[in-house]
């Protein structure tokens, strides 16, 4: 039972366009979301989070937008970078709990 | 400032051995998890703790598994005793209470530790 879905393993965005990263859940008790980007042999790091009272949250390069009808949210990075290549994981939680569930994640590669 | 720091980074051990994981969370912080990551199952969330004590161990494997906090300093991990099947990545991730509108805060991760069990 994946209540958080990244259907997308992997993406590869010409460097300087824009990558999109999907994420859907099921879960309508989720009302806060969070991408984190994940290098090979570290741990994951906080990117960029959004809470259900908003549909979009934006810092620099990288801005979430929020679906709650759909239950999607998405990643937007303008413009992409080599050192943006890294697995992205989405992840969601309900209002006050602190339990996340993560999303399989999706493996991005930027081309120079 | 320092992260949150897990030791050690990897280690190899045999089957039936004892395993301890170690976790330094950011000074601070109210919220203590244990996440681990394999191929098949993804990051999933064993236990967590708020003001070193456990709220949720519903995602702990078996009794083999134990965890502790005995300050707000220090959390441990251990598997005992250990098999093939927990070769996996233990990471440790810490984050603050928040306060009304924004209760939810993020986690932030340590580096984590890879374990092998042979």
């Known amino acids: 039972d994946q209540q958080v879905k990244q259907n997308s393993p992997s993406l590869s965005v010409q460097e300087g366009r824009i990558s999109i990263l999907n994420c859907d859940y099921t879960n309508s008790m989720f009302d806060y979301f969070l991408w984190y980007k994940k290098y090979p042999a570290e741990g994951p790091t906080f990117l960029i989070s959004i809470s259900s009272i908003k549909d979009k949250n934006e810092d620099g390069r990288f801005t979430v937008f929020l679906n709650k009808s759909a239950k999607h949210l998405s990643l937007h990075i303008v413009p992409s970078q080599p050192g943006d290549s890294a697995v992205y994981f989405c992840a969601a939680s309900a209002r006050g709990a602190q339990k996340l569930v993560f999303g399989q994640g999706t493996r991005l590669t930027i081309n120079p | 400032d320092a992260g949150v720091i897990q030791s050690p980074r990897h280690e190899v051990t045999e089957m039936g051995q004892e395993v301890t994981l170690r976790c330094k969370p950011i000074?601070?912080?109210?919220?203590l998890f244990w996440y681990r990551q394999t191929m098949m199952r993804g990051l999933e969330l064993l236990i967590y703790?708020?003001?070193?004590?456990?709220?949720?161990d519903s995602g702990m494997p078996e009794d083999r598994f134990s965890a502790k906090m005995p300050n707000a300093s220090f959390s441990t991990l251990k598997i005992q005793p250990s098999e093939p099947r927990d070769s996996a990545v233990y990471f440790c991730?810490?984050?603050?209470?928040?306060?009304?509108?924004?209760?939810?805060?993020?986690?932030?991760f340590g580096d984590g530790t890879r374990l092998s069990i042979l």
């Open positions: 991730a810490s984050s603050l209470m928040g306060q009304g509108i924004d209760s939810n805060q993020p986690q932030h």
């Open positions: 703790f708020n003001n070193n004590v456990p709220i949720d």
């Open positions: 000074s601070g912080h109210d919220y």
